[in-house]
T-cell receptor
Framework: KAGVTQTPRYLIKTRGQQVTLSCSPISGHRSVSWYQQTPGQGLQFLFEYFSETQRNKGNFPGRFSGRQFSNSRSEMNVSTLELGDSALYLC????????????FGAGSRLTVL | GIQVEQSPPDLILQEGANSTLRCNFSDSVNNLQWFHQNPWGQLINLFYIPSGTKQNGRLSATTVATERYSLLYISSSQTTDSGVYFCAVGAGGTSYGKLTFGQGTILTVHP
């Protein structure tokens, strides 16, 4: 069974640009959650999607957005990048049948210059 | 929101030693998971344990929900156990995939 796949793994952008990250969940998992990890703030919840609907949202500015497709794949987008957006972005998928146990992907490491 | 505190922040061991990591949380939870983050950043789920006790090889975990804490035990530690250990909790009936993470315990195991 394939795990959670995140692409790209590494990327470098400049301030003001935008970025789109992709996450393919484990087959059969309908929930996808996104987290941001930085040295200063640790792991913080961004948002969660279930059946193409945003089910939960963290405390991030509107520059951070996401969506989920009918095949449960999810994308997150960050517009007007700032230096502070440099982080490891982690995606996790879960199945309600297993008590919302999160399985994480390897992450996308974003560097903003 | 719910607060999660992990202790100790850092732990240095010799191979073969045992250790206990603690996670305190400020409110009732319906989801509690322990994760190990390896040097490449991958978060590996160790336990889903909102209450009770579980064991998996050299690792075991206990959550006392009524007292709002969880413990992760590592026995006979190995160098491959090095990394950061996170406790994460979910509170409220609609938390689902929304977890609040502690700041982590950095474990270093020397040969």
């Amino acid at each position: 069974k394939a795990g959670v796949t995140q692409t790209p793994r590494y990327l470098i952008k400049t301030r003001g640009q935008q970025v789109t990250l992709s996450c393919s969940p484990i087959s059969g998992h309908r929930s996808v959650s996104w987290y941001q990890q930085t040295p200063g703030q640790g792991l913080q919840f961004l948002f969660e999607y279930f059946s193409e609907t945003q089910r939960n949202k963290g405390n991030f500015p509107g520059r951070f957005s996401g969506r989920q497709f009918s095949n449960s794949r999810s994308e997150m987008n960050v517009s007007t990048l700032e230096l502070g957006d440099s982080a490891l972005y982690l995606c996790a998928s879960s199945s309600s049948g297993t008590g919302n146990v999160l399985t994480f992907g390897a992450g996308s490491r974003l560097t903003v210059l | 929101g719910i607060q999660v505190e992990q202790s100790p922040p850092d732990l240095i061991l010799q191979e073969g030693a045992n250790s206990t990591l603690r996670c305190n949380f400020s409110d009732s939870v319906n989801n509690l998971q322990w994760f190990h983050q390896n040097p490449w950043g991958q978060l590996i789920n160790l336990f889903y344990i909102p209450s009770g006790t579980k064991q998996n090889g050299r690792l075991s975990a206990t959550t006392v929900a009524t007292e709002r804490y969880s413990l992760l035990y590592i026995s006979s530690s190995q160098t491959t156990d090095s990394g950061v250990y996170f406790c994460a909790v979910g509170a409220g009936g609609t938390s689902y995939g929304k977890l609040t993470f502690g700041q982590g315990t950095i474990l270093t195991v020397h040969p």
